[in-house]
């Protein structure tokens, strides 16, 4: 995952840039980066933030920095901001999405006539490099732009400096979202909402799907009209976006009070049951109060997430690293654990490492019952669109291993939309298997249908393949 912030004022752009690109630290781990224009022309910054949070590694840079127009990116994977120089000019460019065909494109660029591409550790391309490379096929910036996301199989939003504005562009079926700020000094442009609240702008308005603008201190003018089709990821609101964002007019929160509400209505728990209902910190907290307040059991929390020094559970490349920060975060308050029986509200199963041993922590402190019930359905698919997950493989994933288990190497994807079913009697059976290898007194997942209903948007605006694996 990734996330992306600029800003182009009638004064210096700095200030908003650094912290408006900070607060999208919780969507990456790996990498960030800014870059301004300014008097001196193009100056640009990036860093290794595994570890040491971004305001540490860019406080002197900051110092250093001047402009009126400027962009910004925390990244999983490649470092970013780019500066390129092409016929276009000189510019600037940052990237968050997935290309499936990269290599493909990489190949057919070569093939062309292009000189090289920088190799990452691992071999890998910079897949910012590359969506570069495409744009520069082009005759002009907007063609280029328009080119790169229809070339491109995943998806691709993204912001372009040059000395005269900031080209926008979101992806072409808007699965990751653009929001434009505004303020009497300028614009900005944000992957979160809230990231430029406290600094003074207010919402002005979205980018559609696909759609191509261009910002600069006096407007944001549409070059390319959106698209009518959106599926923007769903998994925006149950676990990556903060919980003081929104999308689409939707906000994460509200949803996620909404999701454990409806999770409660379906269940029907009652306090004769359970002692008290509680969430995994961060992101189930919120679907964790919507339970509680819908079945009428008390919610608390038997584990306090240690946030200072940790900010997130898979900071770490190695799995084995991040299953043990994330069992380094938790704090337990033995007073809320011992004797009750507990039921936890996680945003989601992926490989089911870290619940399992937030399972048998619970135990070892004296649970009596944990009884597990996460915010969405099993995540049946890999991701193709956004890099959710660093999983290489989507056997990784628990609900696939026990597929595999019950039915053998090759399945079919007519039987794997069966699993996918929650009133089939293979579903059952898979919950079963699940709720068995990682040791929960019970294991119920949200519904689909309720979860959907819980963003509120029409079902065709919104991507669930990773759960149904429909496109």
């Known amino acids: ?32 980066g800014m870059a301004v224009y300014g008097k001196g022309g193009f100056n640009r910054a990036i860093h290794n933030i595994e570890n040491s949070p971004f305001r540490t590694k860019f406080a002197d840079d900051v110092k250093q920095m001047e402009g009126c127009l400027g962009i910004g990116c925390i990244s999983d994977y490649e470092p970013q901001p780019l500066i390129v120089r092409s016929h276009h000019g000189t510019y600037a460019i940052t990237t968050v999405g997935r290309i499936n065909n990269l290599n493909v494109l990489a190949d057919r660029i070569l093939e062309r006539g292009g000189r090289q591409f920088m190799e990452m550790s691992g071999g890998s391309i910079n897949a910012t490099e590359l969506v570069a490379s495409l744009i520069n096929e082009k005759e002009n910036l907007i063609e280029g732009i328009r080119y790169a996301q229809e070339m491109i199989d995943g998806s691709m939003t993204l912001m372009l400096l040059t000395p005269q504005g900031i080209y926008l562009s979101r992806d072409k079926l808007g699965r990751t979202p653009i929001m434009i700020g505004r303020k009497e000094e300028g614009f900005c442009a944000s992957f979160e909402s809230f990231a430029y609240l406290n600094l003074g702008y207010q919402d002005f308005r979205q980018l559609g799907p696909g759609e191509i603008a261009v910002m600069t201190p006096d407007g944001v003018s549409t070059l390319s009209a959106p698209g009518n089709t959106m599926r923007i990821c769903t998994f925006l609101w149950v676990y990556y976006g903060y919980p003081s964002s929104g999308y689409e007019g939707v906000s994460v929160e509200a949803m996620r009070v909404r999701c454990g509400q409806l999770l409660a209505r379906r269940d029907q728990m009652t306090r004769t049951d359970i002692d008290s209902v509680a969430g995994v910190p961060d992101s189930g907290t919120a679907h964790a109060v919507g339970y509680a307040n819908e079945s009428g059991i008390p919610f608390s929390r038997p584990f306090i997430k240690y946030t200072p020094t940790w900010p997130r559970s898979f900071m770490p490349t190695l799995q084995k690293k991040r299953d043990l920060i994330a069992k380094m975060k938790l704090i337990p308050v033995h007073e809320l654990i011992h004797g009750q029986r507990l039921l936890l509200i996680d945003d989601s199963i992926v490989r089911g490492t870290q619940l399992r041993e937030t399972t048998e922590f619970l135990y070892r402190s004296g649970a009596k019952e944990v009884h597990v019930r996460p915010a969405c359905p099993p995540i049946m698919f890999g991701c193709k669109y956004i890099n959710f997950s660093r999983s290489t493989s989507e056997m990784e994933l628990i609900s696939r291993r026990k597929i595999r288990e019950l039915e053998g190497e090759n399945v079919s994807r007519e039987i794997l939309y069966e699993y ?52």
């Not at 949200?446 to 694996?469: F, H, K, S």
Request: charged fraction near 25%.
């Open 1 to 32: 995952m990734g996330g992306i912030f600029a800003s182009a004022l009638k004064e210096d752009c700095v200030f908003d840039l650094f912290f408006g690109t900070d607060y999208h630290s919780h969507l990456g781990t790996r990498r960030a």
């Open 420 to 471: 996918a079913n929650p009133d089939s009697e293979r579903y059952q059976r898979m919950l079963e298997a699940i709720c068995a290898e990682l040791g929960f007194t019970s294991l119920r997942y949200n519904r689909l249908d309720d979860m959907l209903n819980a963003v509120g948007l029409p079902q065709e605006q919104l991507c669930t393949y990773c759960w149904n694996g429909r496109e």
